[in-house]
């Protein structure tokens, strides 16, 4: 029995409208962005954003602006699908400097929630006062108002309930709307922003402010290494600005960037801003940026998906070149004396980016390094004990030593160490073995506190409590990872507005902890989007790291054999928490291989 084909049949309008609007709005950030968006385009100086939450969900958004508004013969047709002012025709595209073009916004808004639009231009005498359901028009009457436009957004996806499933938690969905909105208040220092959740303020910004002054209002811990950018290469101006090397973090949530007022996400832009940056910044992190790039509008595509945030440029080279250029100026013109490093997960630290000591005979064990142009510095008293302090804190239990040691583990017997970063040790076949110190020491310190989980010692008060300056979007996910903060034995409680202290941090990072390391672990763990589960265990490979012994510290013999012997003693040996390495072994035949005796 064969399978009848299927029938082709053309979708009915309610079905294409929705699907259409899941291109445009997938969450309620979608929303605030479309609409924000539009109050920018109608030459609003003052924007105001009010979320109201219920129930662990966004029950409400308003948007209101003091912009042109719609007259009252155009309200009905600014909701229906592909209306717009901005274009009349493909050509219109070539010189649109609009954010939105499409006409899709409203209509697809519409298609997944309740709406109320109350807008006013400033020659009517009335207000019109429009509401539409699902896409059905409930309400059109004259009603007062002031000039300008207010839209309300209720029961969001009310008829695509699946789509509700897939958001996230209601902190997490509020922070990606904060963190919009932050965004749109640096890109426009000319319009007065002000956000409000539940009636409370969040922030608010004064129109005609400077980005610095705005950059200082939403992040006041990281405006002081800020330096303001500026670069030009015919009709394409690129301003903003860009963090010292010191200032970096573990994701691009503060790297923005802007073409033609639009956000826009670009890898090969940020590429090339991490390409100027060189080895001023580890790899692996980013620095903080607002980048803005005038381009004419015949030179950029910003037609190419529905929410506009991928661009191509007709000269893309230009504009990568013009940013490295510009970026490059920057870091040379500022002071970089007394750089520290910037923060680094794995503590990976170049040779040639240690200091050049006294050149002086090192003796470690029976062999004596001659004098040469780079040598090994004699471990300091002060790190000697830090280290030492460091490694007295790691004791895996007893118990657990023997049922989890690695058999295949060699005895090793210490030879010296490389740069401040690799032990050099052998074993009893003459096998040679390179150590990361730093990758090693994370492993045990892993260990331990994954330990510490059953014996319940995981808490130490601060003698001086570190205090959390926080941008507002930062703040607003403080409550969603608090639990796991607290089970990992850190104690955060509130301290005012977007400010909270830390009194107690876990055992484990020791009594003399950098409160940086603590606001580092903090803001790293505030830009991860995980579930309880897999943030946990990102606390706790965050806490390893930064307590473990750094690249870099200079060790004694008895201090590089504590980690050997640590190390030993650890489930798995072979790799770090996250996955890297931590030794790499040499036997004598295949050294004899590099020297060409077998």
Not at 120 to 143: D, H, L, M, N, Q
């Amino acid at each position: 029995m064969t399978t009848p084909a299927p029938v082709i049949q053309i979708l009915d309008e309610s079905t294409v409208h929705l699907i259409a609007a899941g291109e445009v709005v997938d969450r309620p950030v979608s929303i605030v962005k479309e609409l924000v968006e539009n109050a920018i385009d109608a030459a609003s100086s003052r924007i105001t954003v009010e979320l109201s939450t219920a129930h662990g969900v966004i029950s409400r958004i308003r948007i209101t602006d003091d912009g042109v508004g719609i007259p009252s013969d155009q309200v009905r047709i600014a909701f229906l699908a592909h209306a717009t002012s901005k274009i009349r025709t493909g050509d219109d595209l070539l010189s649109c400097r609009t954010l939105g073009f499409r006409g899709e916004a409203l209509a697809s808004i519409a298609a997944v929630s309740y709406v109320t639009m109350v807008t006013k231009p400033k020659e009517s005498e009335a207000a019109i006062c429009f509401r539409i359901t699902g896409g059905e028009v409930v309400e059109c009457t004259e009603t007062g108002a002031p000039n300008g436009t207010s839209i309300t957004v209720e029961e969001v996806f009310f008829n695509t309930p699946a789509r509700r499933k897939f958001l996230k938690s209601l902190q997490t969905e509020v922070a990606h709307i904060t963190s919009l909105l932050e965004s749109f208040a640096c890109l426009y220092p000319g319009i007065t922003f002000r956000y409000l959740v539940n009636g409370i303020e969040k922030f608010s910004t004064h129109g005609g402010s400077d980005l610095s002054d705005i950059f200082r209002a939403l992040y006041p811990s990281d405006a002081g290494m800020m330096i303001p950018i500026r670069g030009e290469d015919g009709n394409t101006v690129v301003t903003g600005l860009i963090s010292l090397p010191k200032l970096v973090k573990q994701n691009r949530q503060r790297f923005l960037i802007a073409v033609n007022g639009r956000l826009v996400q670009s890898p090969a832009m940020i590429s090339a801003v991490k390409r100027a940056y060189g080895s001023l910044i580890p790899g692996n992190v980013w620095p903080v940026a607002v980048l803005m790039l005038a381009v004419p509008p015949a030179e950029v595509d910003a037609n190419i998906h529905p929410t506009k945030r991928e661009v191509r440029f007709s000269a893309e080279r230009k504009i990568l070149d013009l940013l490295v250029r510009t970026v490059r100026r920057a870091l040379d013109d500022a002071d970089l004396l007394d750089l520290p490093a910037g923060p680094d997960e794995d503590a990976q630290i170049s040779l040639s980016d240690l200091p050049s000591p006294v050149p002086a005979p090192i003796r470690y064990g029976s062999v004596a390094a001659a004098p040469v142009t780079r040598q090994v510095c004699e471990a300091t008293l002060a790190g000697y004990r830090t280290t030492s302090r460091q490694l007295l804190q790691t004791r895996l239990q007893e118990s657990a030593d023997e049922a989890t040691k690695d058999e295949r583990f060699p005895q090793l017997f210490w030879i010296g160490q490389v740069g401040g970063t690799y032990i050099i040790a052998s074993d009893k076949t003459g096998a040679l073995f390179l150590i990361d110190q730093h990758a090693a020491h994370e492993r045990v310190r892993y260990d331990q506190l994954k330990q510490q989980e059953s014996l319940h010692l995981k808490t130490q008060e601060l003698i001086a409590p570190v205090v959390l300056t926080l941008s507002p979007s930062e703040a607003g996910l403080i409550p969603s990872v608090l639990p796991v903060l607290s089970d990992e034995g850190f104690i955060i409680e509130p301290f005012g507005q977007d400010t909270w202290c830390v009194r107690g941090v876990p055992v484990v990072l020791g009594r003399y902890e950098d409160p940086e390391t603590v606001r580092e672990i903090i803001g790293t763990i505030l830009s991860e989007d995980e579930g309880p589960v897999r943030l946990k265990e990102q606390v706790l490979r965050l806490v390893a790291c930064r307590s473990a012994v750094k690249a870099g510290a200079v060790l004694t013999p008895e201090q590089g054999m504590d980690i050997l012997n640590q190390l030993s003693q650890t489930a798995d040996p072979w790799t770090c928490p996250h996955g890297r390495p931590t030794i790499i072994s040499f036997s004598c035949q295949e050294l004899g291989k590099m020297f060409k005796r077998v």
